[in-house]
């Protein structure tokens, strides 16, 4: 999809989102994710690693963004037109090539500041038994499904 039909949509879903209220805009996100699913998809199935990169990078924001969201969740809820400007978010993190601009723009730093905290978290003795007890479960998980083939 060219970038001017993108841009078209956009345009179309935000004044839908506007106008219908936040069911439009939970319903239209919904679309959205599906169909940057369904591009996740395709990508993994070319043979090209570019796209690749493209969508682990959209689908790492949208992770973060998540988290955020979950975190934040009253304080985001007041406010005016959050659910739309994240449906932006998500349109242009994923059509535009804005995630690759993000990424490089402030997550890798964001990334690199926090990766020798979660280093040390991971090397925690009750982190590694989870592990391995996780580890376990899904060898014996693994096994089970073997069997009933």
Not at 46 to 52: F, G, L, R
Not at 77 to 105: M, R, T
Request: glycine share 6%.
């Amino acid at each position: 999809i060219n970038a001017e039909y993108m841009g078209t949509l956009s345009e179309c879903l935000f004044f839908f989102a506007m106008i219908l209220g936040s069911s439009f805009t939970s319903f239209a996100t919904r679309c959205v994710l599906v169909y940057f699913g369904y591009r996740s998809f395709q990508s993994i199935e070319s043979q090209t690693w570019k796209d690749d990169a493209h969508w682990l990078t959209f689908w790492m924001l949208y992770a973060f963004i998540s988290m955020l969201e979950l975190v934040l969740d009253y304080i985001l809820a007041w406010i005016p037109f959050w659910y739309e400007a994240q449906l932006g978010l998500l349109v242009y993190l994923g059509a535009f090539d804005g995630a690759k601009i993000v990424y490089n723009a402030a997550g890798k730093q964001a990334i690199r500041a926090t990766e020798a905290a979660v280093a040390q978290v991971a090397a925690r003795p009750e982190v590694q038994n989870a592990r391995k007890a996780c580890g376990a479960q899904l060898e014996s998980l693994n096994a089970k499904i073997k069997k009933s083939q």
